[in-house]
């Protein structure tokens, strides 16, 4: 048992140091293919759903990290999801689980390609890794499962194989279609409370920006400050990760 603990660590160590510097010609090539791909209706709706993975997660950390108990995440076939968290039932603990959300898919995509463009390609996917995984222990629903499933399978075989240049090709696709996802994100959270009138109250007053408003009474700002909010930490990562990527 020790020594399979000990070959575990010394894989996850040998894929975490890997190093990869990307051709700025793939680099292009990458980026390009990626915005072209989502663009396409059928191939976003598929792909969205890893996107949904990032955001429940960011409602998780942000829970853990103010102190909620976290029950679990489901994803639906819809590609929606919902983060279950127990404590204060008001307060900045819960104000804050709720604005992680649609950040998340935009920070998870700058910090992975500060760390592929500073060389630490392996350590972007390893922590990519690590994160399906902690969304796969804590889906508690089919969907959820499968979904969080196929993601980790999908990358897992890269970090496993362990080519360097094809991990970092990959941290690039992640990066910028995770940045690409935050902000396609947020604007359709924006098209719900633009379309109000046409939408039931139940599904207006679901979404994060709506129940962030009503979180803190001592923060009692409107939806629409928070969707400002979102949309300014979306282009914010996005326009980061270009940066990085182009710079």
């Known amino acids: 048992m020790n020594e399979t ?37 059928q191939v976003w709706r598929a792909a969205r759903q890893a996107s949904t993975i990032i ?18 995440i489901k994803l ?8 279950v968290s127990r ?9 804050l689980t709720f604005l992680a959300g649609y950040p998340a898919p935009g920070l998870l995509a700058a910090g992975l390609v500060w760390l592929g ?7 972007a996917l390893t922590v990519y890794q690590v994160i399906l995984l902690l969304a796969l222990l804590l889906s508690r629903n089919f969907v959820g499962i499968v979904s969080c499933l196929l993601a ?15 991990v ?5 696709a992640l990066g910028v279609f995770y940045a ?36 803190w009474r001592f923060l009692p700002l409107p939806a629409a400050v928070w969707l400002l909010f979102f949309l300014v930490v979306t282009l914010a990562s996005a326009a980061t990760v270009f940066w990085l990527l182009f710079a």
């Open 5 to 41: 603990v000990q070959d575990t660590f010394d894989a996850v160590v040998e894929r975490w140091g890997v190093e990869a510097s990307p051709e700025p010609e793939a680099v292009l090539l990458i980026t390009a293919a990626v915005v072209v791909l989502t663009a396409v209706p």
């Open 55 to 72: 955001h429940e997660m960011g409602h998780v950390f942000a829970a853990l990290l103010c102190g909620r108990r976290v029950s679990g």
């Open 76 to 83: 639906h076939s819809d590609t929606s999801g919902v983060t």
């Open 87 to 95: 404590g204060k039932p008001q307060g900045p603990g819960l104000l």
């Open 117 to 123: 463009a500073a060389g630490h390609s392996g350590a």
């Open 152 to 166: 980790a399978l999908a990358t897992g075989v890269i970090w496993w194989h362990n080519d360097p240049q094809t």
């Open 168 to 172: 970092g090709y990959t941290v690039v």
């Open 180 to 215: 690409l996802a935050g902000v396609r994100g947020t604007l359709d959270v924006w098209r719900v409370h633009l379309t109000a009138r046409r939408r039931s109250r139940a599904e207006v007053a679901g979404t994060d920006a709506a129940q962030a408003a009503r979180a």
